[in-house]
């Protein structure tokens, strides 16, 4: 079983940047692939990006192109979300996600386990 653990939202102005970070533990040696999603209030999940976690190839969704970055640290079994030039509509939970499958890597239904996700906040 695999357990992951965000940490890092908080409440930041537009412009700002925040980085979270995924601690993953547990039974890891079959997880393929590392996700980012948000849910805002009243909105369904949505794909952020996500990061092959051997080979560290990267996904972005379109609207977080150039401002999002993806990476990890194996050694510290960490996954990261650097953000920066946020803006209000950034505004949502963010939950990292686990992958020891094949499947749609942009759909959390593809995703197995689940963080408890942590706040991010984007004041105008």
């Known amino acids: 079983q695999v357990q992951l653990v965000e940490s890092g939202g908080g409440l930041v102005q537009a412009g700002g940047s925040l980085r979270l970070s995924c601690a993953v533990s547990?039974?890891?040696?079959?997880?393929?692939?590392m996700g980012w999603f948000r849910q805002a209030a009243g909105k369904e999940r949505e794909f952020v990006a996500s990061?092959?976690?051997?080979?560290?190839?990267?996904y972005y969704a379109d609207s977080v192109k150039g401002r999002f970055t993806v990476s990890r640290d194996r050694a510290k079994n960490t996954v990261f979300l650097q953000m920066n030039s946020l803006k209000p509509e950034d505004t949502a939970v963010y939950y990292c996600?686990?992958?020891?499958?094949?499947?749609?890597?942009?759909?959390?239904?593809?995703?197995?386990?689940w963080g408890q996700g942590t706040q991010v906040t984007v004041s105008s």
């Open positions: 547990g039974r890891t040696f079959d997880m393929w692939h």
């Open positions: 990061i092959y976690w051997s080979g560290g190839s990267t």
């Open positions: 996600a686990a992958k020891s499958g094949v499947g749609y890597i942009r759909l959390p239904s593809g995703y197995g386990y």
